[in-house]
């Protein structure tokens, strides 16, 4: 079975306390049993905003920015990650202290099963 999470800029998806955890200034991190490099097969992808919205879409709120988001698939032990390109983390994500290093644990803790 697979499992999609977005990451977005404002507002979210899941619940209102899902969402403002990751309002910024904070990006929340996985718990340090999901906050570990990920051992099955990685795909990461850099793409731009729309590319990533797009794969984000059914978790994204229209008018938002999609960061990055991940799936996973755990029977195959396989997770493909989607994070956008430097020049919109430097746009959007830097301004509110969030590196692309932060990101990508932030979707690794995802693939290693983390829900939030
Ligand atoms: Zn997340």
Redesign the pocket.
Known sequence: MATL?A?LLLGLLLSPAQAQQLLPPFL?MPPVEYDHPYDGELILRREDEPTVRKRCLHQMIPGNVALACSQRWSIENKCQVWIVTDDVIALHAEPRGWTYEMILR?ELG?CNGWR?
């Open positions: 999470r990451l929340t932030h995802h939030h």
